[in-house]
């Protein structure tokens, strides 16, 4: 490790006479790995990217050329409030994660680590700690420019994140049934009905956040951690694609909501029933955000649309 940080002040002492790997000239002879380094340190781009396109190899993260089907990468503005003191980094990763989840975050959004811990009033290190555990979690992707996108999530892996959280999300619900209390079950009642309202308001954003808070009030009930943050996991996925759940407004059907059933089955503390619930809704909900993104990218899918 000294020799290495000894070579790479050697290196930037002499910028100028800095040559590429296998460069030749006045400049001092380095490594691939060097180089590398030393554009790194410098907060310049890495090489790596234009490698990459000589080969005709498209870097991971990068914007999409005019022309393509994927939707261009946008900066996203997100209206945050300004963090605390203490625990700056874990702050910032909840308030993505609820962003993610709630769909307030979309596919392809760009995200600055500056930019936001301006909007914040922190420094950059805390923001970019916890965007870089949003990358490990597989919720956010690495970009140029100290920057981070937001997954564009195909239709063959929604498919399969669904099948997931029938699994996981069913066995939740069926454990939370036993355990289920009183005052929790009146509370997801509230809930429910406040999302209806938002529904036939056609207000996505305030269903959305409904939405999620009444699925992991319920998942919390069956009091397992793990679980609970394998499913939440999943929703960091799936979360940026939820706005195409909701049809447009001259198509709700306004008729029962799977919850009503689910709600109902909770009160008579029928396990079975309660995780069919949960899985015939993600069935249900995959379908038609499938279906609405094929309308998006004008594929033959056919449209189904129901009141979830």
Request: charged share 25%; aromatic share 4%.
């Amino acid at each position: 490790m000294l020799v290495a940080a000894s070579r790479l002040r050697e290196m930037r002492l002499i910028e100028p006479s800095v040559g590429a790997p296998g460069a030749g000239g006045p400049g001092i002879v380095v490594t691939d790995t060097e180089y590398i380094l030393y554009r790194i340190l410098l907060n310049a781009q890495p090489c790596l990217h234009s490698r990459q396109r000589q080969h005709g190899i498209a870097p991971r993260g990068a914007i999409p050329i005019s022309g393509t089907r994927e939707r261009p990468r946008e900066d996203v503005a997100l209206d945050l409030p300004e963090a605390p003191r203490g625990g700056l980094a874990g702050f910032v990763e909840q308030t993505l994660k609820q962003a993610l989840m709630e769909g307030r975050l979309k596919r392809g959004e760009r995200l600055v680590t500056r930019d936001l811990a301006t909007r914040l009033g922190t420094s950059p290190t805390p923001v970019r700690e916890a965007l870089l555990k949003l990358v490990a979690a597989g919720a956010l992707e690495a970009a140029p420019a100290q920057a981070f996108t937001v997954p564009v999530v195909t239709v063959r892996e929604y498919r399969e994140l669904a099948d997931i959280r029938r699994t996981v999300e069913g066995l939740a619900a069926e454990r939370a049934t036993i355990a289920m209390r009183p005052d929790v079950l009146d509370t997801l009642h509230a809930i429910n009905a406040a999302y209806r309202a938002a529904r036939l308001g056609h207000d996505v954003a305030e269903a959305l956040r409904l939405n999620r808070t009444f699925r992991f009030m319920l998942y919390e009930a069956a009091d397992m951690p793990t679980l609970l943050d394998m499913i939440e996991r999943l929703w960091l996925r799936i979360g940026p694609s939820l706005n195409h759940l909701y049809p447009r407004p001259n198509e709700v059907d306004l008729g029962r909501h799977s919850y009503d059933d689910l709600l109902d089955a909770l009160r008579l503390r029928d396990a079975a029933a309660v995780r069919a619930s949960i899985e015939r809704a993600i069935i249900a909900g995959t379908e038609i955000l499938i279906a609405n993104l094929a309308d998006e990218e004008d594929l033959p899918v056919k449209r189904r649309v129901s009141f979830l």
